[in-house]
């Protein structure tokens, strides 16, 4: 008799999604403070990409000079953005501690964000391998 495949239960994600992208300032700030929410396990940004190079147009080869594309300082550690952030997904450590993650990740934004934003509950990531990740040979 064979056993059935243990799946990980995915952990809860708290999509914050702001009204307007992010400057790399803003961005900096919202994630330090993020990162001191208790039972937060990982943070995540996604929004547009901001290349170091133009890749079509009269232009094609040379730099571009976004002044969001930066170097920012996120818990201690240096990391170049490279998304004009547009959404945030704070994965929190336990279905049981979403409710009160959840109001101090509100708090947080309406410290740092002056305009709104919605946030939302629910698995936002991926969390086991698909199909087109074994295809690609990512997991073997």
């Excluded at 809860?12 to 700030?29: D, G, N, S, V, Y």
């Excluded at 403070?33 to 190079?53: D, F, M, S, Y």
């Excluded at 004009?84 to 501690?97: A, K, M, P, S, T």
């Amino acid at each position: 008799m064979s056993k059935p495949a243990s799946e990980e239960v995915p952990l809860p994600e708290i999509q914050i999604f702001p009204e307007r992208l992010l400057h790399a300032e803003t961005t900096e700030t919202l994630l330090n403070k993020l990162h001191k929410v208790k039972n937060v396990r990982k943070i995540t940004v996604q929004g547009e990409e901001l290349p170091e190079i133009m890749r079509s147009g009269p232009g094609t080869g040379g730099p571009v000079d976004h002044p969001n594309r930066k170097l920012i300082n996120v818990a201690g550690e240096e990391m170049e953005l490279r998304v004009q952030v547009g959404r945030i997904f704070v994965e929190i450590c336990d279905l049981d501690f979403v409710p009160q993650a959840l109001k101090d990740v509100e708090e947080v934004c309406k410290e740092v964000l002056p305009f709104n934003f919605t946030l939302e509950v629910g698995r936002y990531s991926k969390f086991k391998p698909t199909v087109s990740d074994y295809k690609k040979g990512l997991v073997k």
